[in-house]
Nanobody, 125 residues
Framework: QVQLVESGGGLVQAGGSLRLSCTAS????????MGWFRQAPGKEREFVAA??????????TDSVKGRFTISRANTKSTVYLYLQMNSLKPEDTAIYYC????????????????WGQGTQVTVSS
């Protein structure tokens, strides 16, 4: 079992920055790929970024490359996951979720078995 709790959302003007945090706890959490997804009103949940548990490179959806940076820090039974979001745009407005997957390079919603409750990010124009 993995428990995830997000924080750090809020309201920011276009061009601004926010840093999201997620604390993931569980006995085997260090063996999970950790990812961020987002869901805008009326749209499906979409992949944003992920970082594998294997130590491989992080990967991103095209629309956030060069603006967002995902990172993780592991302890014995906790993973601290971050999403640094720069040059934010109104189209980045969504609820952001962190998620955990036992796959190596997952990017689909169904590949993630554990989810946080979400944190709202609103970017004003």
């Amino acid at each position: 079992q993995v428990q995830l709790v997000e924080s750090g959302g809020g309201l920011v003007q276009a061009g601004g920055s926010l840093r999201l945090s997620c604390t993931a706890s569980g006995r085997t959490v260090n063996s999970y790929t950790m990812g961020w997804f987002r869901q805008a009103p009326g749209k499906e949940r979409e992949f944003v970024a992920a970082v594998p548990w294997t130590g491989g490179s992080a990967y991103y959806t095209d629309s956030v490359k060069g603006r967002f940076t995902i990172s993780r820090a592991n302890t014995k039974s906790t993973v601290y996951l971050y999403l640094q979001m720069n040059s934010l745009k109104p189209e980045d407005t969504a609820i952001y979720y962190c998620a955990a997957s036992s796959n190596v390079q997952p990017s689909r919603v169904y590949e993630y078995g554990y989810w946080g409750q979400g944190t709202q990010v609103t970017v004003s124009s």
